[in-house]
């Protein structure tokens, strides 16, 4: 989405909610010397990507439950500056950052650790492949008892590295990695100074809350910017905001002011500049064509002497950003006539409010900035105006008056909801309305209130359009945790949902396209369906659901030991399943039901054996899939048929895949199922029931492997479904044997283990490597490695 960043004149409160999560994160301090700062690396900011690719954890699942839900393991530190720190650290994990240098230099290595383990605890420290050191230590006190480590010195050129720590030993944390310069021999004779906007040292802004949530965590609006050397800019300013900044002069003399500005906002700009309490300047400048276009803004030439001074900047007007101030050294000698000075500066303002620490998980396409801000509070009341003072208590309430762009902040703590909260409020496109825990904070939505006399029990049942809901925790709900019924455009995001009767969240339709654009992305789904826990005569409902619903979207879910099925996808057209983890539910993970146009890619689907979770002595089918008509379900049936499931691992199911029948029929049609791995079943590893529906659906690059006592495949042969190219391991695939088959005892993988995911890949020797058929368009395997050469069978390219 193209957005426009835009604020008006007036002190309303804006919300960029799109946490643009920094892979490098930098110690707030100032850049004004001409040496380079501290480099800070924040343990927990790791880059994004999958198990064995960027980091490596031997754990399933983020045990701290904090921050991010990948598989490493997070937690709040109550180290000085707060934030997470990652711990439960294992011998054998790994985890890579991008580091950014900005001047050639030699770095002191400091690393932030704790641990009450008296062990000789070491971990390695790498650059673009090199291991540079090891840091050893022993017990701190505590597993928050902080204490720096100090490494090496170690040289390092300017530009974009990759720096990976190598963990050596267990049980301690690592908070942050610092790199301290000790020369930089860049700057040297270079009498220019450079201020960076983002490194100011006292500061006020009128809104609250980071709205760029970049850099540093407080009030101030900080985001990345894409000008020449990177880094970061002030942006979202306001007329009356000011920033004041440590001045460090190396050497008396006249400097010329440079300012890096950018805008898109036409109107008439100024910032002005004081020096020790005194004005030396004003700018004034037009938009530039764009929030990163940039451009220099020449001020006065201003005679500073050696030592050190305070910088203030006091915006005159709003829609701008600032990425830096440089003050170029023009002569030695003081300027005949010195600027006079600016009277009638505008005074600080006294005990600005307390910013929310810690912010949320980014979300794509954040709402639009024109709305209003509300808030709820557990102790609010909905005869209140809604404002931080004095919040609402109601979801309902606050729907009831909510308008496109609007933001719901929830504060922390349990609410207590006694009847169903029903959403019907409007967004757009454009200006969504979001509901969120404030950040730093997690609103509890609990069910156990809600009365039994009520005959629909949801905590959360939304029929509006164009809404997000993120970062909540929803549990104890009499039915659904969060349902929608004909909801469009609903988006959750990052939220956690447990223990609920039924599903965590549900949403559809009595058609197929009036629910639709629902997303679920980044949520932990887990405990649900307890309804079924006990084999309850209600089947068993799913923790993700659309049934009746077009263009919905799964990715980045963790849906794992819920006592229903896992994510399912009934009557419905255009779903996209991707980059879940999906574990340990009954009955079935992933469901595909009377479904069209969906594609199910990128998924690890698997069971661990804990037998809470099993269903007739037997655990999960993995994938499972049917094309039957709904009588009972307003007589919908999708009779056009077609999906594609490629590159999916799933492993140590009941069953790797089942196709069923059932009453209705309707077979496979118009499908591929290709470049996936199937691994170890404890039933059948390929089930297919007969059906006269069949027709043009393919198998093929796909990798089978059984254990040698267990069922490979049953299947009894049907004109309508195409097979090729797959590797058989553990059987004779009779009936699907295909054209350029391989069959073979040992399918020489790397070392398949759940903890490891690239163990499920192919050994330079493996006779899977490049059998595969070109011809599917699948451009990518599991781990987004290109299959731009001979295409190797499963789900992991070898190279």
């Given amino acids: 989405m ?92 790994w985890l890579t950052y991008d580091l ?112 760029g949530q970049a850099y540093r965590q407080d009030d101030v609006d900080l985001e990345k910017t894409s000008d020449a050397g990177g880094g970061y800019n002030v942006g979202w300013i306001d007329s009356g905001e000011w920033l004041t900044y440590d001045l460090e002069v190396p050497e008396s003399g006249v400097y010329k002011l440079v300012t890096r500005i950018a805008s898109d906002y036409n109107i008439d700009h100024g910032i002005k500049f004081s020096l020790d309490g005194k004005s030396i300047d004003q700018i004034n400048f037009q938009d530039t064509n764009g929030w990163q276009s940039w451009q220099d803004v020449a001020g006065k030439e201003i005679y500073l002497t050696e030592g050190s001074h305070q910088l203030r900047l006091d915006a005159v007007s709003s829609g701008f950003n600032i990425n830096y101030i440089d003050f170029e050294y023009v002569s030695p000698h003081q300027a005949n006539n010195p600027p006079k000075p600016i009277d009638n500066l505008p005074q600080p303002v006294e005990n600005p409010p307390t910013p929310i620490e810690n912010p949320p998980l980014p979300v794509e396409n954040p709402p639009s900035l024109e709305g209003a801000t509300y808030y709820l509070a557990p102790y609010g009341n909905d005869s209140n105006d809604g404002s931080l003072e004095n919040p609402f208590f109601s979801l309902e309430k606050v729907s009831s008056i909510a308008k496109p762009g609007d933001v719901i902040y929830l504060r922390g703590g349990e609410y207590k909801y006694t009847t169903p909260q029903w959403l019907s409020a409007q967004g757009t496109e454009e200006a969504r309305i979001t509901f969120m825990s404030a950040p730093g904070e997690t609103a509890i939505l609990d069910g156990s209130y809600i009365s039994d006399h009520i005959s629909v029990k949801d905590i959360v049942g939304i029929t509006g359009k164009y809404l997000d809901f993120k970062n909540l925790e929803v549990t104890n709900s009499k039915r659904h945790g969060i349902s929608g019924w004909g909801a469009s455009h609903v988006r959750l ?88 983890q999906i574990s340990d539910n009954v009955s079935v993970n992933l469901y595909l039901d009377n479904t069209s146009d969906v594609i199910a890619e990128k998924n690890l689907i698997y069971n661990t054996g804990d037998t809470r979770f099993h269903v007739v002595g037997r655990a999960a ?125 040992n399918p020489v993988l790397i070392a398949p283990n759940l903890d490891n995911i690239s163990g499920f ?39």
Avoid: C
């Fill in 2 to 93: 193209v957005w426009k960043k835009k604020k008006s004149l007036s002190i309303s409160l804006y919300f960029f909610l799109g946490l643009i999560v920094s892979l490098l994160l930098f110690q707030p301090m100032n850049k004004s010397t001409q040496l380079n700062q501290s480099i800070r690396i924040e343990a927990e900011d790791y880059l994004s990507g999958n198990q064995g690719i960027t980091y490596y954890d031997s754990s399933i699942g983020n045990y701290g439950q904090a921050y991010r839900q990948d598989w490493v393991d997070l937690e709040k530190t109550t180290d000085a500056g707060g934030g997470y720190n990652v711990g439960w650290i294992d011998s054998g994990e």
């Fill in 100 to 211: 950014q240098v900005p001047v050639d230099g030699t770095y002191e290595i400091v690393a932030r650790v704790a641990s009450p383990k008296d062990d000789n605890h070491n971990f390695g420290i790498s650059v673009n492949g090199k291991e540079l050191d090891r840091l050893n230590f022993n017990s701190t006190g505590g597993w928050q008892s902080w204490q720096n480590v100090r490494g090496k010195k170690i040289n390092l050129t300017a530009g974009n590295h990759k720096l990976r720590l190598d963990m050596y030993s267990s049980l301690f944390n690592i908070n942050y990695l610092e790199l301290i310069p000790v020369t930089s021999p860049a700057t040297e004779g270079n009498k220019d100074i450079r201020i960076e906007a983002e490194d100011y040292q006292t500061f006020s802004d009128l809104t609250s809350g980071n709205i």
């Fill in 493 to 580: 995001i990052n939220n956690y949902l447990h223990h609920n009767q039924h599903s965590g969240a549900w949403f559809g339709y009595q058609d197929l396209t009036t629910s639709t654009g629902i997303v679920f992305d980044g949520n932990l789904v887990e405990y649900n369906d307890l309804v079924s826990q006990y084999d309850a005569p209600a089947g068993h409902p799913g923790a993700l659901v659309t049934m009746g619903a077009s263009n919905s979207t799964f990715v980045n879910n963790i849906v794992r030991k819920n006592y229903g099925e896992g994510i399912i996808s009934v009557l419905t057209k255009g779903s996209y399943i991707a980059n879940n």
């Fill in 621 to 745: 089918s993995g994938i499972q899939v049917a094309n039957e008509k709904y009588d009972f379900y307003f007589n919908l049936s999708n009779q056009e048929g077609g999906f594609k499931i490629v590159n999916n691992i799933i492993a140590d199911n009941a069953y790797g895949f089942f196709y069923g029948s059932y009453d209705q029929g309707g077979g496979l049609r118009d499908s591929l199922i290709a470049n996936n791995t199937f691994y170890h079943a404890d039933n059948t590893l390929l089930f297919i029931s007969k059906d006269t529906g069949h027709q043009n659906t393919t198998f093929a690059n796909n990798i089978f492997i059984q254990e040698p006592d267990d069922k490979l495949l049953s299947f009894e042969g049907s004109s309508g479904i195409n097979w090729s190219n797959n590797g058989w391991v553990g059987g004779n695939p009779g009936a699907a044997t295909g054209a350029n088959d391989v069959i073979t005892n």
């Fill in 761 to 799: 890949g192919l050994q330079n020797n493996s006779p899977f490597l490049g059998k595969g058929l070109s011809n599917f368009g699948i451009a990518e395997d599991y781990f987004g490695t290109a299959r731009d050469g001979s295409i190797d069978l499963g789900a992991i390219q070898n190279s």
